[in-house]
């Protein structure tokens, strides 16, 4: 973004002041990564007051701020912009600079894989265009607008993630965004507890094609019958299916996996095989919604298949990480039943290495059924592939109760103490060992790994 204080004072219909030709280059929330020419947006929370630290982002190079207009004391003589109200300010100036903005938008949901999808559709367009992604999870109602904010003008492709808890939040998003393109990853339980049901995630994520136009076309996992009974409701959407079942309109017939990556083979919209460096099929899984995209964009299958190859994800998601001689598949980022399940199952049939271990923590924001969905994970272990398990966190205390029969001398349970399981690996691991660790994000499972590295 480069744009003079008058031109956001005009996108926000206010008094531009005495300093409306000092341009602004970038927009900032935080003082502590504040850049030169950044517009600084303080808010007003119950812990602290952003605009204590005004004075210091022009400190910091800052070339003008947002104030509130009932907050007292505005200092003198640096360049301020007066508004009611700081998020819809910053909100606004989003939606007035995509309106600008000449870039394809490609908006991403679902209970799982949003990330990985985003990273994996980044990575497949970047030899081919100027893109530009999500970074990290800002990808709420203030994530989205700081993003689009730092879109460079000449951005050819946008990829956004949208995350949600509730609904209208997806709607909103995507009326802010306008995506040219949106892709839903999968249907979960992630935020039962808000929306009640997965029938009531499947209508929140869905809400991402409230932004389209009459030429927007959703792509989306064709295995999940919520979806495809929301899809027959809506003929006029245009839409493209993935998945594993006959029936969809791009399809996986073979995935082979190695210690590079997985290697596939697809039929239907695209046609032969591909490979990304990346672990599991839920991530192969996750590629498709992408290769769906840019095929849409016009891209050949060529292209497709040489920007695959070259994909890499944001850490800790299937994450190889060899520490000496035992190796871990660092998946800890997020976890929850549809994910934890694919982890386990990825586990269970690869041929890494013989010895493998599941090292799994609690989800978190199940409502009322997380102990069902807890207990549920061990139909799907089998302790003839799996040599042995720790669980960390109090509500995999549930799931320990219903798998320890089977695993005597080969399980361990702790509710805080990441120390207890180090311990036991650095007992009873070797060369052999292929040592999965995947839980929800309050969990911080990272912190076994990087324990045991030091």
Known sequence: MRKSIQDIANWLNIEAGEHGEKIVTGVSIDTRTIKEGDLFIPFRGEKTNGHKYVLQAFEKGASCSLWLKDEPNPPKDVPLLFVEDSGLALQQMARMYRNELKAKFIGITGSNGKTSSKDILASLLSPFYKVQKTIGNFNNELGLPLTI?????????????????????????????????????????????????????????????????????????GDEPLLRALIEITPQLRSKSFGFQQGNDLMIREIETTEKGSRFIV????????????????????????????????????????????????????????????????????????????????????????????????????????????????????????????????????????????????????KDDYGKIVDYIKQHADKD????????????????INTFNK
């Open 149 to 221: 904010l730092s879109l460079d003008e000449d951005t050819e492709i946008a990829v956004l993630e949208m995350g949600m808890s509730g609904f209208g939040e997806i709607e909103f998003l995507s009326t802010l965004a306008k995506p040219h393109y949106a892709v839903i990853t999968n249907i979960g339980e992630a935020h039962m507890q808000d929306l009640g049901s997965r029938e009531g995630i499947a209508k929140a994520k869905f809400e991402i094609i409230k932004g389209f136009d009459s030429e927007g076309v959703l792509c989306y996992d």
């Open 267 to 414: 039929d239907g919209e695209l046609n032969g095989e591909f490979f990304i460096p990346i672990l599991g099929k839920h991530q192969v899984k996750n590629a498709l919604g992408a290769m769906l995209v840019a095929k849409s964009l016009g891209m050949s299958d060529e292209q497709i298949r040489k920007g695959l190859e070259q994909v890499s994800l944001t850490d800790m998601r299937m994450q190889l990480v060899p520490v000496g001689d035992v190796l871990f598949i660092n998946d800890a980022y997020n976890a929850a039943p549809t994910s934890m399940k694919a982890a386990i199952e990825f586990l269970q049939s690869t041929s890494m290495r013989k010895d493998k271990w599941l090292v799994l923590g609690d989800m978190l924001e199940l409502g009322d059924k997380e102990q069902q969905f807890h207990e549920e994970l061990a139909k799907y272990i089998d302790e003839n592939h799996i040599s042995r398990i720790c669980l960390f966190g109090p509500r995999m205390e549930w799931l320990y109760h219903k798998i320890a029969p089977r695993f005597t001398g080969r399980i361990l349970h702790t």
């Open 433 to 448: 060992s292929l040592i999965l660790i995947k839980g929800s994000r309050g969990m911080k499972l990272e912190t076994i």
